[in-house]
């Protein structure tokens, strides 16, 4: 009788002991991956509470930890499109990742190309430019400059070998050395100088310009009115003036197709079928007219 009755005490023991782990874990989320999926959520919804008011200086530092637990990394780090923000983890990875962050934020998407300057490209990577920059903006225009120092062109093959190596150096600073900068700002300065020593050297191609014809000549007045603007907008580090540069520049890729479009149907044609209009002065006509006027 006694062994009896242990026995149904321990059976409703365990019926006890089952039925209460039973409660527990029908309050939990069930499946591991299910279990995996709820701690993830609630990892990210208390770094987003901290964020919910914007990305400032504050809010990211408080975010830091919960975002380096969530994304299970020795280090995370958080920036804006000027500058880093905060860095929180080990402090053997900290430096190294705050430079490579900082190569990001000032060699990014939204410096380049007049599309990604006027914020026209937010959709998309904004890096499709860099390739083409190498390729075409710098081998092809290369190659082109050399073809027509060949054709005895000064003027094209000044202009082409110019830019074409603008592309090629562009491409290589913002390879291996942007993502060095020390700063943000530094960055922005060696922009300026890079775009002022090209817009001096425009400065005179575009008085020059105006001896080929009304077409070209409006090439490189809405690209010296592009570099002069992003020069003083990486200088002072302002994103505005560099968005009107953008505009400007847009002005310029249009000016540049229409010249290449008409230098390309006219040439193809054999006569005008997009007109560039007549130079502003041409010295050499009005030298070959002298001789003749004095007789």
Known sequence: MVVLIIMFASVAAALCCAFLFWRQSSRRVGTPPQRATYEVLHTASQAVSVLRDGLTPEAAVKAAPTLRHLLGTPTVAIADQASLLACHGSDQHAEALARHLRGVVTSGRSQWLSAANAHWMTAATGDAWLGYALAYGG???????????????VFGATAFSTYGGF???????????????TSASAADH?????????????????LWSSMVNTAIFMVFLTLEATE????????????????????????????????SAAGVGNGVAGRVVLPVGQPFWNPAAAAAAEPAARA
């Open 228 to 259: 002069i603007l992003l020069f003083i907008g990486n200088f002072a580090a302002n994103a505005n003036i560099v968005k009107i540069g953008g505009y400007v520049g847009i002005l310029t890729a249009l000016s540049a197709w229409y010249a």
């Open 167 to 181: 592309w090629i150096g562009l491409f290589l600073w913002v390879q291996f050395v942007a993502p060095h900068a």
């Open 190 to 206: 060696d922009l300026g100088w890079i775009l002022l020593a090209f817009a001096i050297f425009n400065t005179y191609m575009l």
């Open 139 to 153: 081998v092809i225009q290369l190659l082109a400059g050399m073809w027509e120092f060949k054709n005895r062109n």
